[in-house]
């Protein structure tokens, strides 16, 4: 019997529940040695379903109630330098009170998973969406990967360690997921049967850990200036290792689960003359007003970066090339530089073309700003005039902002 | 659980030769002491300080047995994340169980000042481990700054005697007692020049149901100021002065330990370190008739604990 078949015969039936849930799900499934996490919006709901799993013995997981995120990711290093499996969840401040520590799990190549919800950094507090937290974290040396509705919540919690664990990367894996708009919203999920879901993930089997008996390495200590450049340019060489690990995990993964997952998913962009870059759940809408604007009779499409970090240069090149002018959602600022994140790195990734598109940014969602299908419509307006007459704007357009 | 000094000579060194702290630093000391007084095998993390510095640099290291070092804060919660990852894979079959003891080594600023939080999270969590606070009263990795930890009119490189402001101008924080009202089983103070006293409290710790601290006194020659080879004359000093008194809190029960403690005064000890010359030898008292009186009645309220102790234990 393949395996496709087996998945379509043994099935569970599809659940409602929103992408908080789903990543608990996923999380129940894969039965880490150790969670720990610290509530924050709108993260809360993955780690109050997990709770209630392990209140009810549907997992063997350690769950650490830590007393803050700096915790929570620090309980995580030393649990998955012990030997375990080890994940948490947080959002914006969290990750931002976290930070020194995003870097030590990376520099320690600690293979642990975070699952972001994505939250506006403080002042002013905001508990709504955007990207500001997620970029912050961008040169740290850790996969990210953006979902873009519960089922992606699920679907890349499960294929997440096995991209982070796999011997070539050894990396920390963030799966990042849009505050409320995915955490938050009830939809179908598909899911995997357990069995499934435990078999592709297996068991997390380091070479060297703290508990192994026996064992004596040192974890963490000291390089000076003898050693410290090469162990970072190894950790360049794990990460450029991930990108072709990814595809193969997210290939493997449609094998089972029947859901094709690309590093970049394209829409409409065969025949596009203009096109629009996106991260995150926005893509809902992009599509929505790309229809619309097709009706109009404008030939635009559509690319949504899924795999952020690595960030998946040759795959974004080829989708955009023959695109004569694009525009690129950035739902953060990069304060003072010559361009926001995205952007930064779709200019980087077009720069080669044969014929470079004209490029120009947009700044929307920032603190959970609303993100209708007209304001990506305005967007499409925008890039199709910037063709017409050729010219890129020099700074950004700043979307839905009053 | 008794500690034979036969048995000690027998155990094979787990913290090995060829570190790079200095020469007559108490910190080395009191690790070896710790670590052969263990009964089972140690997972240790550290915090960063003197010793993680000193003792990890790859491509070498001077431990024999297991340690993780992440940051400066948080060597408690890496052992939680250790402690849970044992119980974990124990209960999922992927390990056989074994004793092992969680150990943590932190400086009194990963422990007093930054770590603070870290630490009194993991007591409250209950995890099993022993944290072990080697106190030199002051940054001494990053060049001898103050920590709360330091005492008061301390010259410190934050902290200089100048004109206006004799050293340190606070009072040090009590941490061993901060610690004690988290109502874990077993807390002490320790010092390196007594050592049976520390390793029978690292024996107490071990077994103690639950979490464990012990703060023990380190005197750092650099930062203090005294002859490297004087290292266990000071430390007996600052105990015999009060200004670190041995005691310890067991399930509740307050004692005094280490073989009585007859009280000098705390001229003696401060005269002992060159961080207190500007204060003994201006010619102004009042700064050591200020930590004279805070000693005393720190020393006389320790006493009243402790009898109470003795009072409940025998009324039981
Ligand atoms: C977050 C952070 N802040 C500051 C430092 C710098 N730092 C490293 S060790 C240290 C002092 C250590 O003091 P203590 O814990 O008392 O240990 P000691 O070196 O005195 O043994 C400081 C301030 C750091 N490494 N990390
Ligand atoms: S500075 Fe002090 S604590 Fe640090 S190694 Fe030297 S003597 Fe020890
Ligand atoms: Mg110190």
Redesign the interface.
């Known amino acids: 019997m393949t395996t496709k078949q087996k998945a379509s015969i043994t099935l569970p039936a599809p659940l409602a529940i929103n992408g908080g849930e789903a990543v608990a799900y996923a999380m129940r499934q894969i039965d880490p040695e150790v969670v720990a996490a610290y509530p924050i919006t709108p993260q809360t709901f993955i780690i109050e379903r997990f709770s209630e799993y392990v209140a009810d013995g549907l997992v063997s997981t350690e769950y650490i109630n830590v007393e803050s995120e700096h915790a929570a990711l620090s309980a995580c290093v030393g649990a998955c330098a012990a030997g375990g499996r080890a994940q948490t969840a947080t959002s914006g401040p969290g990750l931002a009170l976290m930070f020194e520590i995003v870097w030590v799990a990376s520099g320690m190549r600690l293979p642990l998973v975070m699952h972001l919800c994505s939250r506006a950094l403080s002042a002013p507090l905001n508990i709504l969406c955007d990207h500001s937290d997620a970029m912050a974290m961008r040169e740290s040396s850790w996969i990210m990967m953006f979902g873009s509705n519960p089922q992606e919540a699920y679907d890349q919690a499960i294929v997440a360690p096995t991209v982070a664990e796999h011997p070539d990367v050894l990396l920390p894996f963030a799966n990042v997921l849009d505050g409320f708009t995915v955490t938050h919203s009830v939809e179908r999920v598909d899911v995997l049967p357990d069995e499934d879901a435990k078999s592709f993930v297996g068991e997390y089997e380091p070479e060297r850990w703290a508990l192994q008996p026996g064992g004596g390495a040192t974890f963490g200590g000291l390089d000076a200036n003898d050693f410290y450049f090469e162990h970072k340019r190894q950790q360049v060489e794990a990460m450029d290792n991930s990108l072709e690990v990814v595809r193969r995990q997210l290939d493997k993964y449609a094998e089972l689960s029947g859901r094709k997952m690309s590093l970049v998913e394209e829409y409409l962009l065969d025949d596009a003359e203009v096109a629009l870059v996106v991260l995150g759940s926005s893509e809902g809408m992009v599509r929505a007003a790309i229809d619309q604007a097709r009706a109009d009779g404008i030939k635009v499409g559509m690319l949504r970066v899924r795999l952020f970090r690595p960030f998946p240069v040759a795959d974004v090149r080829k989708a955009l090339s023959g695109v004569a002018a694009v525009g690129v959602l950035d739902r953060a600022i990069a304060f003072g530089a010559p361009a926001n994140a995205l952007m930064q790195d779709i200019v980087m990734a077009t720069r080669t073309l044969p014929e470079r598109p004209l490029l120009m940014d947009f700044v929307y969602g920032l603190g959970g700003r609303n993100t209708p299908k007209q304001m990506f419509r305005e967007a499409i307006d925008h890039v199709v005039l910037a063709k017409e007459q050729g010219a890129e704007p020099e700074s950004p357009a700043y979307l839905g902002l009053r | 659980m008794t500690l034979k000094l036969r048995e000690l000579t027998e155990k094979t060194e787990q913290f090995g030769s060829g570190h790079a702290l200095c020469a007559g630093c108490a910190e080395p000391v009191a690790v070896r002491q710790v670590l052969a007084a263990l009964v089972n095998p140690p997972?240790v993390?550290l915090a960063t300080g003197c010793l993680?510095?000193a003792t990890?640099?790859?491509?070498d290291?001077t431990?024999?047995?297991?340690?993780?070092?992440?940051?400066f804060?948080?060597a408690a919660?890496?052992?939680?994340?250790?402690e849970?990852?044992?119980?974990?894979?124990v209960?999922?079959g992927?390990?056989?169980p074994?004793p092992?003891t969680f150990l943590v080594f932190g400086g009194d600023g990963a422990t007093y000042d930054i770590g603070f939080?870290?630490l009194?999270?993991a007591l409250?969590?209950g995890h099993k481990f022993i944290y072990v606070c080697l106190n030199n009263e002051g940054y001494m990795n990053t060049g001898i700054q103050r920590s709360s930890a330091t005492l008061l009119g301390a010259w410190t490189t934050t902290t200089p005697a100048g004109d206006v402001r004799p050293g340190k101008l606070q009072w040090h924080k009590d941490m061993t007692r901060i610690i004690a009202a988290h109502n874990i089983p077993y807390v002490a103070q320790a010092a390196v020049h007594n050592w049976k006293d520390l390793m029978t409290k690292v024996r107490k710790a071990e077994a103690a149901d639950g979490p464990a601290f012990i703060n023990v006194i380190t005197p750092c020659d650099r930062g203090w100021r005294f002859d490297t080879d004087k290292t266990m004359e000071v430390s007996r000093l600052m105990v015999e002065s009060g200004l670190w008194p041995l005691y310890e809190v067991e399930n509740g029960v307050w004692r005094m330990t280490g073989g009585g403690q007859k009280r000098r005064p705390v001229i003696d000890a401060l005269k002992s370190q060159k961080r207190f010359s500007h204060i003994t030898t201006n010619g102004d008292e009042s700064v050591v008739a200020e930590i004279q009186r805070r000693v005393d009645a720190e020393w006389e309220s320790l006493q009243q604990l402790c009898e109470m102790s003795a009072r409940a234990e025998s009324e039981s």
């Open positions: 997972v993390a993680e510095v990890t640099r790859f491509p290291t431990w024999k047995v297991p340690v993780i070092h992440s940051a804060e948080n919660t890496t052992i939680s994340g250790v849970a990852a044992y119980k974990a894979l209960r999922k992927r390990m056989e074994r092992l939080q870290w009194s999270g409250e969590r």
